[in-house]
Structure formats: structure tokens, C-alpha cells
């Protein structure tokens, strides 16, 4: 009888642990949504202190052209945008979404159609992304960014 | 003399506790390079058991081209019988690691032939390795060419 109830016991906790983590993991997954979202925003107004928050200083963004800049190269550009809007690449919202959650670590992945001016023709592509958030001190910022134009 | 023992104690663990996670992520980061070399090497032979080993169940896969595979499409891709990976090296490697997790860039080099045709790519590159079950894999892996 005792093992019965040991055994019981040892269950619903079990239960209510995995149901927690299940939780912990939605809560994360909808954090990073919107972090994207804000990422999205802020990127359209040119909100550079907001940018500054959402990325570590260390991020690694890596272009659609293969290039690579830093935080600050990237804020710069973003701030270089604003004076010639004209020249900004101009992300619209994006068309599948995806995020897997690994303890601090969360991957966000999907397609972003973009448009913008090049060489003074409009384009419009679609870019696949995969984003790396970390969570530093109770935030979650992004450590990595890269985007690789959908050719086909 | 303990109480003496003790403050140095005490005043040592301040500056011992950074430099210990400082040399445990430059050990780390030694590692994870090693580990991108070792897939290079995977691929080149095909070996999908090394391969195996190094990616997680739900890697995700950006190919050059924007296309995307999970863990068993891309070993596919790499067991194809038209595919011959001649040589694939890694450049300008840098590993940043964020306790359980890293985040590797580099530039990389590939030639080989495909259906009969000789190719040549180099590409900007994007790795995210996890630290699980006492073990390094990668969970995202992505590559952009390089358009100038």
C-alpha cells in the first residue's frame, strides 16, 4: 500500500515536472517570437536604442551577400537608413516561422521576404534566417544572425 | 595562521572564479573548432557515422541556395552517389562561446564534382552547437555565399 502511494506520488510528480518544462519551453518559444517581432519593428523605424538592446555586443550578423558586419556596423547602418531611406532594405513580415528551445538557447528559424533599391531597380527576394538568442542574466538577446537568399 | 589562510582564501576565489570560466571557454572554443574540422572531414568521406555524431536529431540546415534540410535530408545529401566532395576548409574560424552553447562564423572552401560537373563554392558560415548529454552537437548550421 505504502509502495502504491510512493509510487503514485513519484508519478504526478513526474507529470507535473514534464508539464512544467513543456510550459517553460511554450513560454520561451513565445518570447522569442516576440523578440523577433520588436527585432522587425524596430528594424523598420530605425529604432537603434531598441536594436541595441535585442543584440549582444558580440552578435555575428552575417548578410544576404555574404558580408559580415558587427553590432555597431550594423546599428550604423541602420542610422545611415534613416538619413537615405531610399536605400533601405525593407523587411516584411515573415512567411514561416519556427523556434527550438534548448535550455538558454533558443533557435529561430523561417523566410523573410524583403524588398528594397538596388543600383536604383526595386527587388524583392526571400531570404531564409536562422536566428541564436541566449539567455544572459534573465534576457534574451541574439548572438548570431545570417541570411541566405532563396534561389529556388 | 588559518585566519590568514582563510583571507587569502577568500581574496583568491574573486579572481580565480573568472579566470576558471575564462580557460574552461577558451578549452571549449579549441573544441568546437576541432569539431567543425572534423565534420569537413566527415563530409569529404562520406562518413555519415562521424556525421552522426556531431549533429543534433532536430538540426536545422540552410544550404547555399536558401533551401532547408533536417538531420536525415542532409545526411542524405551527403551520401549521394553524385556528390564528390573534393575539398572543404574552413578559414577565419571564430567560436563564441555562451556557456552551454556556441556560436561558430567562418568563411569555407568547396570543390569538388556533382553529377559529373566540377564546382566551386566559398561561402560565409553560421554554426550553433549545443552542449548535450556531455557532448557538443550543432543545432542550426547555415551558409551564405559570398557575392564579393
Not at chain 2, 573544441?31 to 555524431?53: M, R
Not at chain 2, 572543404?88 to 563564441?96: L, Y
Not at chain 2, 563554392?121 to 552537437?137: A, I, L, M, Y
Amino acid at each position: 500500500m505504502k509502495l502504491a502511494v510512493v509510487l503514485l506520488t513519484f508519478a504526478c510528480a513526474m507529470a507535473l515536472s514534464a508539464s512544467g518544462q513543456t510550459d517553460t519551453e511554450a513560454a520561451t518559444k513565445s518570447k522569442i517570437v516576440a523578440l523577433e517581432q520588436l527585432w522587425n519593428q524596430a528594424y523598420k523605424s530605425g529604432d537603434t536604442k531598441a536594436l541595441d538592446s535585442l543584440l549582444d555586443n558580440a552578435i555575428v550578423l552575417v548578410n544576404d551577400d555574404g558580408s559580415v558586419q558587427t553590432k555597431a556596423e550594423f546599428l550604423a547602418s541602420v542610422k545611415e537608413s534613416l538619413a537615405q531611406p531610399s536605400s533601405q532594405q525593407q523587411q516584411v513580415e515573415p512567411e514561416a516561422f519556427s523556434v527550438h528551445v534548448f535550455g538558454t538557447t533558443a533557435i529561430a528559424t523561417g523566410v523573410m521576404k524583403v524588398k528594397g533599391v538596388e543600383a536604383g531597380k526595386a527587388y524583392t527576394r526571400r531570404e531564409r534566417f536562422v536566428d541564436t538568442w541566449v539567455n544572459k542574466g534573465g534576457n534574451w538577446v541574439c548572438v548570431g544572425t545570417d541570411a541566405t537568399p532563396v534561389l529556388h | 595562521m588559518s585566519i590568514l589562510l582563510a583571507v587569502v582564501l577568500l581574496l583568491g576565489m574573486p579572481g580565480t572564479a573568472p579566470a576558471q570560466a575564462s580557460a574552461r571557454a577558451d578549452a571549449e572554443q579549441t573544441k568546437i573548432l576541432a569539431l567543425e574540422n572534423a565534420w569537413n572531414q566527415a563530409e569529404e568521406h562520406k562518413d555519415v557515422k562521424a556525421l552522426d555524431a556531431l549533429l543534433d536529431a532536430t538540426l536545422v540546415y540552410v544550404d547555399y541556395d536558401g533551401s532547408v534540410m533536417n538531420k536525415k535530408q542532409f545526411m542524405d545529401s551527403v551520401k549521394a552517389p553524385a556528390l564528390h566532395p573534393e575539398q572543404i576548409v574552413n578559414e577565419s574560424m571564430t567560436a563564441q562561446v555562451y556557456g552551454d552553447s556556441a556560436v561558430v562564423a567562418g568563411v569555407y572552401h568547396e570543390k569538388g564534382v556533382r553529377n559529373g560537373k566540377p564546382y566551386l563554392r566559398r561561402g560565409r558560415f553560421t554554426d550553433t552547437w549545443v552542449f548535450h548529454n556531455s557532448t557538443w552537437v550543432c543545432v542550426a548550421s547555415q551558409s551564405t555565399l559570398i557575392a564579393h
